[in-house]
């Protein structure tokens, strides 16, 4: 079978496969699937959880589309290394975004993807895969984001051909970055995008990336999501939800990318977090839990770090200084 | 004095007014305002009101920033009829965002500005100005249309050599677009651009607009904020409002030159709604008031319609369809 053909299905099944991990995990909601097809060619698989005990709203979408690509899309693709010239294509992926209810279990995103160009999908004339994952924590801690990274790093380890765990973590925090606001989008993961050496060994690591997203994930989430929080911690986790929204509507080139090409719209926007909230220069009280969470926001080499390296709350008790100022949600 | 000069005072002379205005009108909370400079010339001013009883958040700002105008700028700013080259420049104006608290109250925004290009502020070498006002109702209603529009019109009307309503209505519906929603942002208003010719008349229409902004919208206001409004209603406002911040984030000109010139993202973002919600393909039941209100989400030509053109809600008391698949917000 082609690469195509075998990345297709392993998205298809990686889709089944996490919507059931992830539905067993939540243990109240579980995911509604819808099927779309592009009229131009292929489709896909939108399915999504809501208002769950664990899942305040999650995605698992796979699509497999083809076509022939736009010469401003060509350009688009096109790099100092590689031009790629207007021709029938094939496309494949699967894209996650995990929002917790809790403001103590991160936000997750992760994505495998696979683009080939030519006439014979069998053999084409040019392919590379694309992916990674990342983790958004409202209330960040060092041995989360360390789990989540170590987990990377093993799968990395295992697929040397192809995979660098140091060059994807530095992919991941260059693009999971908001200019605007001076900070990462969290605590980064890894990020590759037009791999294109030994195509047969990406597809592996591209398997065992996507089958260990649960293991990165899940023991975070499980280990968190009792911890108790109240209105200020929602406030501050809308607020952060605010800058994900920022991110993925200024800076991400999916979700550009899909908008502008006509893509399914409430599938590329089911990234989008359920409750958000904005304020005016809304800033912690230096000491707080809050402020201290602003210290993981920068790319740091957190394999390197030790518990003594991350900043304390000195006044955990502080409100953030917006809260006062504003009414409560259902006012 | 200058037609620069002139412009920016009459910019400041609008912030102060306004704000007074919105106070009064709000009759709860006050602006607050932050002085800001920019390290390669000018400043602004950010005057912002929040929690109050009309206003759950709205933003005045004004600046005025000068500077040597980028080869990218340059060329954004460049159209068929006229190149713009790099060189010093100067731009003042104001921008007002306001989010009224009842689901019942439109949200509405204005603008108005000017930009100068050349070595003489008093004698430039370029110069135009750009601006307008455009209402975004939740629950809309044909007679504030019309309201809205006829302020507009009969502010045009009266400046015949520089403004004409019905092409500046029609720029206003094309800019303020969701392509991939495939609707409008609200109802409209005005939008104009470049305007060249003139800039002694364009000054004065400027001036007679920012003038008219009040008697534009705080009627609108007035009349509906008392009307009752429940969960539902806020639900669906919430909703709406994540158009909004797709819109500014994704298409609105000003907000991404902004953000990637290195504006101050505080003052830039205001524009934000308060609170916001995203839910996977929500779509109101047919017959309900929500599903009545997408009809006013194409351009019309409001002032020639009568009531009995407006669709009626079938079944008022139905409810949206995501409704009670979701938790309450503090839940």
Not at 60 to 81: C, F, I, K, W, Y
Not at 188 to 210: C, H, M, Q, W
Not at 309 to 330: G, I, M, Q
Request: glycine content about 8%; some cysteine; charged content about 30%.
């Amino acid at each position: 079978m082609s690469i195509a053909a075998r990345m297709n299905t392993f998205v298809e099944d990686l889709q089944e496969h996490l919507c059931r991990r992830l539905e067993d995990e939540d243990g109240a909601a579980s995911f509604e699937v819808d099927d779309w097809t592009r009229e131009e060619g292929g489709g896909g698989k939108t399915a999504v959880i809501e208002g769950g005990d664990l899942f305040e709203k999650g995605g698992v979408n796979t699509s497999a589309v083809e076509g022939e690509l736009p010469e401003h899309m060509a350009e688009a693709l096109s790099d100092a290394e590689h031009e790629v010239e207007p021709a029938p294509f094939f496309a494949t992926g699967l894209s996650l975004v995990l929002h917790p209810h809790s403001p103590h279990v991160p936000t997750a995103h992760a994505n495998f993807r696979y683009f080939a160009l030519g006439e014979d999908r069998a053999d084409p004339d040019d392919q590379w895969f694309g992916g990674g994952a990342d983790l958004t924590p409202y209330y960040p801690r060092l041995d989360d984001a360390q789990h989540f990274h170590r987990t990377w790093k093993a799968v990395c380890d295992r697929h040397p051909r192809v995979a660098d765990y140091e060059a994807f973590k530095e992919q991941c925090d260059d693009y999971f970055y908001l200019p605007h606001r001076e900070e990462a989008r969290g605590v980064g993961g890894i990020f590759y995008d037009y791999v294109r050496n030994d195509p047969e060994a990406t597809l592996a690591f591209s398997k065992d990336a996507g089958e260990h997203f649960a293991e990165a994930y899940l023991p975070i989430a499980r280990r968190r999501r009792t911890a108790d929080w109240g209105e200020r911690e929602r406030a501050y986790q809308e607020l952060r939800r605010g800058r994900y929204v920022e991110f993925n509507l200024v800076y991400d080139r999916g979700t550009k990318f899909g908008l502008e090409s006509g893509g399914r719209t409430e599938s590329i926007l089911m990234s989008l977090p359920p409750e958000v909230a904005w304020r005016y220069d809304a800033r912690p009280e230096p000491g707080t839990p809050e402020a201290r969470a602003q210290w993981f926001l920068q790319p740091r080499d957190w394999l390197a770090l030790s518990p003594e390296d991350v900043p304390e709350a000195t006044s955990p008790s502080a409100r953030p200084s917006t809260e006062d100022e504003n009414p409560p949600r259902d006012a």
